[in-house]
Every structure is written in C-alpha cells, then in structure tokens.
C-alpha cells in the first residue's frame, strides 16, 4: 500500500488549504485514516482521525477549523483547514491502517508528507 498526499503550500493566516491522500494498491481493506503533523522541533502529532465507516475525532487544537472525511470508494482522505494560523505550520503527514485481506494482519503505513507553511 502506498500514501500519496498532495495540497500542501503556502497561505496566509485565516486561509484554507485542502489535503489529500490516496491509498493505492491491492489486496486490502481500509480501517481507518488520518492525520498527524509535525512542526520544526516537535514531535509529531494527531491531527484527525477517521474510519472508513465515516467516524471523526479531533485534537482540541482543530476543532471547529479543520475537517477530515474519507471517501472509501477511492481509498482517500481529505483533510479541510479553515482559518489556518501560523502555529499550523508543519509537515503534514497521512497515515493508514489496513487489514490485509489474505492473511487479516492489519498494517500500518505514513505518506512522505507535505508541507503546510502559515504566514502571519
């Protein structure tokens, strides 16, 4: 399974950008996906969280801005950010767990990421 992301750049502060990421492969069923960013200096963190079925979770910093859905059809996840601060700039990245349909071994796989910057 691969993770391709893409949507990332620039934009100033009370902007919108709109992440993608795709699953591609065979073989598999998606569990749940999501993401996590990671800032210059710290440690990696959870965005959002979604399952295939369509049930959200957020991390307190997100709420009310960011939204994350998934369209199971295509193995994607979205991830909406509305009035983005500077403090969102990182690299973000996606994330996916997957049960292997032949063997029911569930796997975890990362994106490459890419980069949000937020210019106050």
């Known amino acids: 399974v691969q993770l391709v992301e893409s949507g990332g750049g620039l934009v100033q502060a009370g902007g919108s950008l709109r992440l993608s990421c795709v699953a591609s492969?065979?073989?598999?069923?998606?569990?749940?996906m999501d993401w996590y960013r990671q800032a210059p200096g710290k440690q990696r963190e959870l965005v959002a969280d979604?399952?295939?079925?369509?049930?959200?979770k957020y991390s307190n910093f997100v709420k009310g801005r960011f939204t994350i859905s998934i369209d199971s059809t295509k193995n994607t996840v979205y991830l909406q950010m509305n009035s983005l601060k500077p403090e969102d700039t990182a690299v973000y990245y996606c994330?996916?767990?997957?049960?292997?349909?032949?063997?029911?071994?569930?796997?975890?796989?990362w994106g490459q990421g890419t980069q949000v910057t937020v210019s106050s």
């Open positions: 492969g065979t073989g598999f069923r998606l569990n749940y």
């Open positions: 994330h996916a767990a997957v049960t292997d349909i032949y063997t029911a071994q569930i796997m975890e796989y």
């Open positions: 979604i399952t295939s079925r369509g049930s959200a």
